[in-house]
């Protein structure tokens, strides 16, 4: 298995919903990352997991929680969104942070 | 933070013609990497560089790390319909975050 998956494909959340993002891959890989990507923009770092531990945190809003279950999964939960908040949301892994990192497909995301 | 410029921000070409595009740091990058998004996917990883005046191949792509480890080029020979997308570089700056650093992206657009 060379590939990291994320489910849902398509979200769409009102702004006082909760939702989850879910990335998984089975390469054994240690550091796990998120990233947020505006339209015909590039992909902006938000969360890097590495060994399961929380390695950085650029600065996003709390509304946004990620969560690192085990070596194998990462997840991102969403509450209280904001419309500016839509975007393709980006998983991607790498056997370790210094390690070329690897791309799910994306989870679109729509805010109302 | 740390910047690459990429250029040019959109090509339009004509079927079998030869691409060029490049990023440029004014840091040093310890790994270069290339990747290919298409409408609604993930980055596709086309090519990573990890030394200096690396010089590496991938069928018609071929791509090389500068040997002053500030820029890197990425060229496309006789490009055919399906080259048609956004082409990033990203790097990892020698002194920096564990995120990757990406540049804006070159729009490859392919007139038949």
């Known amino acids: 298995d060379t590939e990291v998956t994320q489910t849902p494909k398509h979200l769409v959340m009102g702004m006082t919903n909760k939702k989850s993002l879910k990335c998984e891959q089975h390469?054994?890989?240690?550091?796990m990352y998120w990233y947020k990507q505006k339209a015909k923009k590039p992909p902006e770092l938000m969360f890097v997991?590495?060994?399961?531990?929380?390695?950085i945190n650029e600065s996003v809003p709390s509304r946004f929680s990620p969560e690192c279950p085990n070596s194998s999964l990462l997840n991102l939960h969403l509450h209280a969104l904001q419309p500016e908040d839509s975007a393709l949301y980006l998983c991607?892994?790498?056997?370790?942070?210094?390690?070329?990192?690897?791309f799910g497909p994306g989870t679109r995301l729509l805010v109302l | 933070g740390q910047q690459l410029n990429q250029s040019p921000q959109s090509m339009f070409i004509q079927e079998g013609e030869d691409v060029s595009m490049n990023c440029t740091s004014s840091s040093i990058f310890n790994t270069w990497l290339w990747y290919k998004q298409e409408p609604g996917e993930g980055p596709v990883l086309l090519i990573a560089?990890?030394?200096?005046?690396e010089l590496t191949s991938n069928g018609r792509l071929t791509a090389q790390f500068g040997i002053t480890r500030k820029d890197s080029f990425l060229n496309i020979s006789a490009s055919i319909p399906s080259d048609v997308g956004i082409y990033f570089c990203?790097?990892?700056?020698?002194?920096?975050?564990?995120?990757?650093?990406f540049g804006k992206g070159t729009h490859l657009i392919i007139q038949p």
């Open positions: 390469m054994g890989h240690r550091a």
């Open positions: 997991y590495s060994y399961e531990k929380l390695s």
């Open positions: 560089l990890y030394k200096a005046g």
């Open positions: 990203a790097g990892r700056p020698l002194r920096g975050a564990d995120g990757l650093t």
């Open positions: 991607a892994s790498s056997l370790n942070i210094q390690e070329t990192q690897y």
